[in-house]
């Protein structure tokens, strides 16, 4: 049985067996024999994979089987039709209106395949008119240019024409996610339903949406509760060095956890400007945990000067459990689940600051000696400046020094 390719209907065949979508247009192995099994049905032929001893798949002898019906390298040339019937033809407007679905080559979402087709005239136009940053909302929403300016109304078009074609990709990748098909009614689209989040998006930053994009458990947050996420939104937008993704992360969780803590203390939350949301933040986090931890000393600390400095590094032994705590609250880790253990004398909690930055050191007491546990700065990132491991060092060594009476860490 020979693989017959009709451009008109653009249609696949292979004797009773028909394929009109790109569904096989990217099988990367002779060895995925789901195709295959289905067109020998198809055909009227029962096929039944050859099995080894041990339970797997005999290959060499299956596909002798296959061969004799479909001939040889079957896959690799279903996709070689596949690909001259589906994706070359159009394959300019689908680089332009999508991005790979995965890291590998010549693979685009099937849906975005199926609505190039389909809305292929309108990307032609808006291709000839130089109009290639809108065509994926013309693939996406099925509508003319001058369609979609009605339907947006002027603001919002305006701020998408401004947009390059790669934000506007990213765009349409967070509605396809946001709506999940589910505001498309026998094929048509509701635009009603997008208006409100095209409405965010257009006032955001390219860089915020790519981060948006990258992020779904954003898209998830923005689709439960639409107006308390768009907030964060235009914060971010707003406060945050959206060109940096580290900065992203950390102000979004500083602006989420002062909400919340505000929540928590009964205090009215609003939309602070950065430098302001920062300081409420650690006013905030203090409070809490002021409520939480008692300020009283642990007992049997080891007598340590707390007012050492090594090379610009000024050492602070944690001395109760509010200390740390708070330091847990002020570097975003998880050293206050330690107290229990500070207060049995296992473990000790050292804060680092120096120009340069800030760290905390765990200790932990395994029989007459004292080990490095941990030492990590904001976020339980790992230290990997010099002198902070130097001081790092210097506090261990010091410790040993001292239960072992040959000298104090004063």
């Not at 930055?357 to 030492?375: A, N, P």
């Amino acid at each position: 049985m020979e693989i017959e390719v009709d451009t008109k209907k653009r249609i696949i065949t292979v004797g009773d067996w028909v394929l009109n979508s790109p569904i096989y247009y990217n099988i990367r192995n002779e060895n995925i024999l789901d195709v295959k099994k289905e067109v020998l049905m198809s055909n009227g032929i029962d096929f039944k994979p050859i099995y080894k001893e041990y339970g797997a798949i005999c290959f060499r002898s299956t596909h002798k089987i296959i061969c004799e019906h479909l001939g040889p390298y079957f896959n690799r040339r279903i996709v070689a039709s596949s690909l001259s019937l589906w994706i070359d033809p159009i394959r300019r407007y689908l680089d332009i209106s999508s991005f790979y679905s995965t890291g590998f080559k010549n693979y685009y979402r099937v849906s975005q395949v199926l609505r190039t087709w389909k809305h292929l005239q309108k990307v032609k136009c808006a291709d000839k008119d130089n109009q290639q940053n809108i065509i994926p909302l013309i693939t996406y929403f099925g509508a003319t240019p001058e369609k979609l300016k009605i339907k947006f109304g002027k603001g919002i078009w305006k701020k998408l024409c401004k947009k390059s074609k790669t934000t506007n990709k990213y765009i349409v990748i967070i509605l396809e996610y946001f709506f999940n098909d589910k505001s498309r009614v026998g094929g048509v689209i509701n635009f009603d339903r997008h208006l409100v989040v095209l409405n965010t998006l257009c006032r955001l930053k390219a860089s915020l949406i790519a981060y948006i994009h990258r992020n779904k458990y954003l898209i998830d947050d923005f689709r439960k509760d639409v107006h308390r996420t768009e907030t964060l939104f235009f914060w971010l937008n707003d406060n945050a060095l959206v060109s940096n993704p580290n900065d992203l992360t950390e102000m979004m969780y500083i602006c989420i956890d002062t909400e919340r803590m505000s929540n928590h203390l009964g205090q009215v939350f609003r939309p602070w400007k950065r430098a302001s949301m920062i300081k409420r933040h650690d006013k905030f986090s203090k409070a809490i945990t002021a409520r939480q931890y008692t300020d009283k000393p642990f007992e049997n600390l080891p007598e340590i000067d707390n007012k050492i400095t090594i090379s610009g590094i000024n050492i602070l032994l944690l001395r109760s459990p509010w200390q740390v705590a708070n330091e847990g609250y002020e570097m975003n880790h998880c050293i206050a689940s330690y107290i229990e253990l500070i207060q049995s004398g296992l473990y000790l909690a050292f804060s680092l600051k120096s120009k340069n930055g800030r760290s905390t050191l765990g200790v932990y007491k395994k029989g007459s000696r004292y080990i490095k546990d941990q030492h990590c700065t904001f976020g339980s990132r790992t230290v990997t400046e010099k002198n902070t491991i130097l001081a790092e060092k210097y506090i261990v060594n010091n410790l040993n020094k001292l239960i072992s009476g040959n000298s104090s860490c004063s």
